[in-house]
Nanobody
């Protein structure tokens, strides 16, 4: 069992940056593949980024490639999402997700791959 708590959201102007954090409980955090999804008002939830439990593999949605970076610190039980060059269309509630895995390189981009979800943090980008 793992609990996820996101932080770092807020209001930022277009072109600005934010770093989201996701703190996870549980003793086996390093065995969890992690990711971020987002949902904008009136839109379906969509994949943003994913990272393997070792941190050796990452995956990104096309819309954020080159602007967002996912990383993790297993010693701190925390995963991060660095968001640069933010655009108004990045406005959404961002949720951290996790699933246990025994592969040190697998990443997962589908919602149904994940067992644990955080409550989310709001990111608003003004034009």
């Amino acid at each position: 069992q793992v609990q996820l708590v996101e932080s770092g959201g807020g209001l930022v102007q277009a072109g600005g940056s934010l770093r989201l954090s996701c703190a996870a409980s549980g003793r086996t955090f390093s065995r969890y593949a992690m990711g971020w999804f987002r949902q904008a008002p009136g839109k379906e939830r969509e994949f943003v980024a994913a990272i393997s439990w070792s941190g050796s593999s990452t995956d990104y949605a096309d819309s954020v490639t080159g602007r967002f970076t996912i990383s993790r610190d297993n010693a701190k039980n925390t995963v991060y999402l660095q968001m640069n060059s933010l655009k108004p269309e990045d406005t959404a509630v961002y949720c951290c997700v996790a699933r246990i895995t025994y592969s040190n390189s697998n990443v997962y981009s589908r919602q149904e791959n994940y067992d644990y979800w955080g409550q989310g943090t709001q990111v608003t980008v003004s034009s």
